[in-house]
């Protein structure tokens, strides 16, 4: 301060010689003061009196800078929390530094001086300074939080995070706990068995599962260059479990469930996807979790957030503006949605189906799977690590990875290796592209979404027509877009609309019997067959393909033998 007092005392004397007003902040009194104090901004303006605050609270500590935001850190939740304008008045005064209102007065010998009195800050002046980017760029920033010590790369070499803050990765510590020694193949064996119960629609589903449990270690430790994907976890019915497998994946990261959004809205106004995305991964330490989405999504910033690690978020007391997320983890959960090729492109997807009503689930010891995973939560985030250290000592290898299954090959290739030689899975990525197809095309998704209907119906492999599919779909709350006052004709007739395109867009072959000529096309892993007699449409759902003279026999089951002349 002794440089910035000396050039005070001289700006002064230019001011008065040339007949100018002092400025408090300008008087060497002022700046001596503000070493010791906090000077009202009322007095002596926003700029100055900013730079002091936040040079204070900086060298007190416990007070951080997110996104240009002020923040404390809440350890036992492992959430951020933004500081109010009233809650900032308390927090200045918690460090025990005086808060002084300053004035310029003329004394009793008519000259001006200045006074110094102890006071309290104003809201109104919280609020400005909470407002002043310049001094808010004197605090430390914050990317994460986290619950234990974790690996981070500082050149060639993996160091282990110390308790606190760590500055060059700014990253917030909560426990002195360091990460325990676990031989590699037992932190696989261990982890795959916390996948016991889920039943995965494909071996890759369950491999690219174990990629999303790993790929945070990649991105918080800055084992490799962005960008890496949202996790989507896809079901063929309401509790198959894809809520419980992206809580199980991120209580081993933080040992706390995650802020969840969802897409109940399109808008961009308040209340919309895009503010409640915003603000559940504001709050997010890690994690953040779009929970049950429907229809179809379509959001630019969210695909800028995954690809460029940027999203543009509305803080307190700030305007719209863009932040770097690319720290930050992201989850997908529906049991029917399509989404634009770009937002699908950036996905990691695992299906999953509901285990029947007969399953046996394995009993924990703590009484739950989440339970279990939260009471050990520092063995499975060490057995995690393991296997990143021993990716890591061999040289951390990539296997090759097609465009066609992802986009994101550098991370795909790292994934595969691990997954494949160290887990001895199926490869993660090889026929995801095939899901990501059906997932982008909003037909196939929906007549994805009337297949599991018609599954849990019991009426796979029968005959159906247009309207006991509109049955299905109004039992099942299935998107049937029509006007409202619609009559019955123009809904079944919808339903032939909906379906229609999927023979278009697929691969359609015909198959030809004495009896009669059907259309049979594969929409992911099922099959559907169209028989047409006159104007109307038969069709037979099914899980698998069928031979011809299994086709012929369902429909003639379903009574569909002859040309008939039946409308609806």
């Not at 981070?152 to 360091?178: I, M, W």
């Not at 929906?446 to 005959?463: D, H, I, M, P, Y």
Request: with cysteine; hydrophobic share 40%.
């Amino acid at each position: 301060m002794t440089d910035e007092i000396e050039q005070a005392e001289q700006d002064i004397l230019e001011m008065a010689a040339a007949g100018l007003p002092m400025r408090l902040q300008d008087s060497p009194q002022v700046i001596a003061a503000a070493r010791h104090a906090i000077i009202r901004p009322l007095n002596v303006g926003v700029m100055f009196s900013g730079r002091c605050v936040f040079k204070h609270l900086a060298d007190m500590g416990g007070v951080y800078r997110r996104w240009n935001s002020v923040v404390t850190v809440d350890e036992k939740n492992l959430r951020f929390s933004a500081i109010s304008k009233h809650r900032f008045c308390s927090v200045v005064e918690k460090p025990g530094l005086p808060v002084h209102a300053v004035t310029l007065r003329t004394g009793r010998n008519g000259r001006e001086e200045l006074r110094f009195k102890e006071s309290h800050l104003l809201v109104s002046e919280a609020e400005l300074l909470l407002a002043n980017d310049e001094g808010i760029e004197q605090l430390s920033n914050v990317e994460i939080i986290s619950q234990f010590p974790f690996l981070h790369r500082r050149g060639t070499e993996l160091v282990e995070l110390q308790p606190g803050y760590n500055p060059d990765a700014e990253v917030f510590v909560c426990s002195d706990q360091p990460l325990a020694a676990v031989q590699w193949e037992r932190a696989v064996a261990d982890l795959k068995n916390l996948y016991r119960d889920f039943k995965f629609t494909t071996p890759s589903d369950f491999s690219r599962a174990i990629a999303m449990l790993l790929t945070p270690a990649l991105r918080r430790g800055r084992l490799l260059d962005g960008p890496f994907p949202l996790g989507c976890v896809l079901a063929d019915q309401s509790q198959a479990g894809k809520g419980e497998l992206v809580n199980v994946t991120v209580l081993v990261w933080t040992g706390k469930p995650p802020p969840k959004s969802t897409n109940k809205d399109d808008d961009n106004g308040v209340g919309s996807f895009e503010e409640r995305l915003g603000d559940a991964i504001f709050r997010a330490a890690e994690f953040y979790v779009i929970d049950n989405v429907r229809g179809h999504i379509a959001s630019q910033s969210l695909e800028s957030a995954i690809t460029e690690g940027e999203l543009q978020v509305r803080m307190a007391f700030k305007p719209l503006r863009t932040v770097d997320i690319s720290m930050l983890s992201g989850f997908m959960t529906s049991n029917g949605m399509s989404a634009t090729p770009d937002l699908v492109n950036r996905m990691c997807m695992s299906t999953l189906e509901k285990q029947p009503s007969d399953y046996t689930f394995h009993a924990w010891p703590e009484g739950s799977l989440r339970n279990h995973v939260t009471q050990n939560q520092h063995h499975y985030l060490s057995c995690v690590y393991s296997v990143i250290r021993e990716w890591w000592a061999r040289g951390a290898p990539r296997l090759p990875v097609s465009t066609y299954d992802h986009d994101m090959t550098r991370w795909g290739g790292a994934i595969e290796y691990m997954v494949q030689e160290l887990f001895g899975l199926h490869s993660a990525l090889k026929g995801h592209g095939k899901t990501k197809e059906t997932v982008r095309d909003a037909s196939q998704s929906w007549l994805r979404q009337v297949f599991n209907a018609l599954k849990q119906e019991g009426q796979l492999c029968r005959v159906v027509r247009a309207s006991e599919i509109l049955e299905v779909c109004e039992a099942y709350s299935l998107d049937v877009t029509t006007k409202q006052d619609a009559d019955d004709v123009a809904k079944v007739r919808t339903i032939g609309r909906k379906i229609g395109p999927a023979f278009k867009k697929n691969d359609v072959t015909q198959v030809r019997t004495s009896s009669l000529t059907c259309d049979e096309v594969n929409v992911e892993n099922f099959w559907v067959y169209r028989h047409a007699v006159g104007d109307t449409k038969f069709y037979v759902f099914s899980a698998d393909q069928l031979e011809p003279g299994m086709i012929v026999a369902y429909f003639h089951e379903g009574g569909v033998v002859t040309p008939i002349d039946r409308k609806y």
